[in-house]
């Protein structure tokens, strides 16, 4: 019976990989049992299953006894997805800095110790923060977990009733694991490049001697990283919970809006501010002669350049729109589907 599915799935949910298939046929086989014993008391079937599912409790208790302890830091549930997330953090950091140290090494080879023992300063320390803003991630997961919040995302609350059992997964609101671990990895990439490497964001001319025509004027990109720095971490988190969860929920979708509606706020700033583009990029084009004066590639670049922000920006607002929508609509379907 789906009923029973569903059960089933909300207890091994919660307890570690390796444990699952034990513990869902001896579940079944509990269940089973209970069911015979209660097939005496002339109950439809349906009654029957509904009283054995409420005797055993909530599934989130009964994992907790399955598991057999309780005090940890990161819990069972979450300390895969904990690990997993890690690594790939880490793993992110280390191709980020590498790709920098590869693009540094190529414009500027001279400097090669210097810019080895750079990488290396620049490992350590990003590693040490990595670790750390994912463990105050799922420290955040967890503890707010056990309160109100993860409760809401799947599906628990302090009275457990059996009507509260999530829904199994279908097709449409499965999420894959792949998808949050490519979402993060591409996160910690773009922002590694974005830290240490805005500078190299342009035009690079290799000839006698190495010139990097820049599109930003990093002095000012400096002044946005923060925020940045704080949307990427609110992506991770919301990956996270994403990795955690395996389904979409109401309260996910409306992270992903949220995070999609800052995402373009801050773009929308951004690009904006015109302060924060090299404004003698096409005088430097022509001082390294990579374009003349008054040529029809001049008189091309330079319309690109004064509309170029607007582009960006229809281009941002065009994939938000999408993508709201599209989470609209799976938002739509999983309220018919309950009803």
């Keep these: ?67 057999g302890y309780k005090r940890y830091l990161i819990g069972p549930e979450l300390i895969e997805s904990y690990l997993i997330v890690l690594k790939v953090v880490l793993f992110s950091i280390v191709i980020g800095l590498s790709v920098v140290l590869g693009i540094e090494l190529f414009v500027d080879p001279i400097e090669g110790l210097d810019t080895f023992i750079g990488f290396f300063a620049s490992l350590i320390s990003a590693s040490a923060q990595g670790f750390a803003w994912v463990t105050l991630i799922f420290l955040f997961i967890e503890h707010k977990g ?9 599906g628990i609350k302090k009275e457990w009733k059996l009507s509260d059992l999530p829904p199994l997964p279908t097709e449409k609101t499965r999420i894959r694991r792949s998808k949050p671990i ?20 342009g035009i690079i001319r290799m000839n006698d001697e190495t010139i990097v025509i820049s599109f930003l004027n990093v002095e000012v990109l400096q002044s946005y990283l923060p925020f940045i720095w704080i949307l990427a971490v609110f992506r991770i988190l919301k990956e996270g919970i994403k990795l955690v969860t395996g389904r979409w929920t109401k309260n996910i979708i409306l992270m992903q809006i949220l995070f999609n509606l800052l995402w373009f ?20 084009l022509m001082q390294a002669d990579l374009m003349f004066a008054g040529s029809e590639m001049f008189q091309t670049s330079s319309e690109l350049w004064q509309y170029w922000t607007k582009i960006l920006i229809y281009i941002v607002a065009i994939i938000v729109i999408i993508e709201t929508v599209v989470l609209g609509v799976k938002a739509y379907g999983m309220r018919n589907n309950k009803s």
């Design 182 to 201: 490519v979402a993060i990895i591409f996160t910690i990439l773009f922002i590694m490049l974005l830290t240490f490497s805005a500078d190299y964001f």
């Design 146 to 154: 056990n309160k109100s919040s993860y409760k809401k995302v799947s």
């Design 265 to 284: 706020l801050l773009a929308l700033i951004m690009f904006m501010d015109q302060s924060l583009w090299n404004m003698t990029f096409l005088d430097e």
């Design 1 to 67: 019976m789906e009923i029973i599915d569903r059960y089933v799935y909300a207890v091994i949910q919660r307890v570690p990989q390796l444990q699952r298939e034990e513990i869902e046929k001896e579940l079944r086989g509990l269940i089973e049992d209970m069911r015979e014993d209660h097939a005496s008391e002339g109950r439809t079937e349906e009654e029957i299953v509904e009283a054995v599912l409420n005797e055993l409790g909530s599934p989130y208790e009964l994992a907790a006894g399955y598991r």
